[in-house]
């Protein structure tokens, strides 16, 4: 079976925050058997969904990936879905509301994919992506395809035993419950709404909530109170209305934004002894500087 692929492939096209160097060759698999074959010629290379979560190198990647973003079937059967890992939050949430089916209003303003989303059980707006969840079909390296049920995958806040047991999703199946359209819809306007007047939009690259809250508090409450929305690095600058957020406006680098979140870091363990850990993942490996930040903020 012969893989789409790339080499020396331009990330910072495709990531949100605009930023990242060469990929020494990248897979697009297009199906399921496609994407396990390449799983198994290639151990443990990295898999990335729509680039919305992740931060790569200014100076790439010295090795292969595989992105899942031409992996976009949806399967609608009476109230059971089932999508491929490189379905888009908002083209699913819009596919189950024209079936009438309610439980995925809050991916509508998600940029991710569902394979990311599964993997760090995505929330908003009081809805997760494990509520509505059956089971997430994923690749084991030890175990090759599995079905791990809902409570196999082990969900928490921000976590699945993805990340613990290297399990890449393949894809996942959902059981919804029927509604009209127009309350679906009325459902994710308001969530839209919600995004718009809290978070930045894409046209202003950026990566989302770049901290996880630490229990029982906020991350952008956190940095807030320590100043952080003054900061700001090269071209990127922490967003002027939720100090979570970095915001790429001015050509910024991912060099940039490590050393930006290694300061809203260090702000906020002076000020409250408490080390906050990045949801965003980061690929890079040949910038010693880089490296050397991430060892640091990514100690789990
Ligand atoms: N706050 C401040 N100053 C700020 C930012 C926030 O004081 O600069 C306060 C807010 O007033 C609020 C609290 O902090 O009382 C929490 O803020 P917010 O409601 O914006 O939610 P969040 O905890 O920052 C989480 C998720 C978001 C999700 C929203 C809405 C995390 C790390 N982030 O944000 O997820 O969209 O709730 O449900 O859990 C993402 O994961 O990329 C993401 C955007």
Redesign the pocket.
Known sequence: MASNFENDFEIKKLTTFKTGGKISQVFFPESVEEFVQILKQNENIPVFGNLS?TLISSNGFDGKIALTTHMNSIQIEGTKVIAECGVKGPKLAQEVCQSGLSGLEFMIGFPGSIGGEVFMN?????QCISDKLTSATCYSPEKGVVEYSKDEMEFGY?KSRCKKDNLIVLQAKFELEPKSQEEIQKQMDENLA??KS??PSLALPNC??I???PQGD????L??SVGA?NLRVGGARVWE????FIVNDNNGTSTDILNLMFEMYTKVKESYNIELEP?IIFLGGLNKKENEIWKILNKK
């Not at 995505?122 to 009081?126: F, H, M, P, R």
């Not at 906020?218 to 409450?221: D, K, M, N, Q």
């Open positions: 979560n995505a929330s908003a707006n009081g921000r919600f995004r809290h978070q989302g909530s901290f996880k809250n906020s991350a952008g409450r940095l807030d929305k209305n939720h100090a979570n949801e």
